[in-house]
C-alpha cells in the first residue's frame, strides 16, 4: 500500500493506495478539474460544487459501463458470427 499525499480544492488529503503516486496524482487532478468546473458558478460553496463534481464523474463513469457492456456484446456477437461462418467454409486436406 502506498501513502499518497494529495491536494483537491485547495485541501491535502493522505490517502492509502495501491496504485502509484503518479497515478493518484491524476486522479486528484481530474478530481480538482471536475470541481473547478462545477465551480464556475459563484453562488456554490465549494462542498456543493464537489457534490456536483462527483454527480457528474458518476454520470460518466456509468455511461462508460454502459459503453463497455455495449462493446462487448457486440463483440460477443462478432465471435458468434465468426464461429458459424467456419463451419460454413469446407475444410481442406490431404487426399486419401
Same mark, same amino acid.
Request: aromatic letters at 2%; charged letters at 20%; zero cysteines.
Given at each position: 500500500m502506498n501513502r499518497v499525499t494529495v491536494t483537491i480544492a485547495g485541501r491535502a488529503?493522505? !490517502?492509502? @493506495?495501491?496504485e502509484s503516486k503518479e497515478y493518484m496524482d491524476k486522479v486528484a487532478?481530474? &478530481?480538482n478539474t471536475k470541481?473547478?468546473?462545477?465551480?464556475?458558478?459563484p453562488d456554490l460553496t465549494v462542498?456543493?460544487?464537489?457534490? !456536483?463534481? @462527483?454527480?457528474?464523474?458518476a454520470d460518466e463513469c456509468l455511461k462508460a459501463q454502459d459503453? &463497455?457492456?455495449s462493446l462487448r456484446s457486440q463483440?460477443?456477437?462478432y465471435i458468434e458470427e465468426i464461429r458459424h461462418l467456419r463451419k460454413q467454409?469446407?475444410?481442406?486436406?490431404?487426399?486419401?
Open positions: 488529503y493522505t !490517502l492509502l @493506495a495501491e487532478e481530474l &478530481v470541481i473547478k468546473d462545477a465551480h464556475q458558478n462542498e456543493q460544487a464537489s457534490v !456536483l463534481a @462527483a454527480i457528474n464523474v459503453q &463497455v457492456e463483440l460477443q456477437s467454409v469446407p475444410k481442406t486436406g490431404k487426399a486419401k
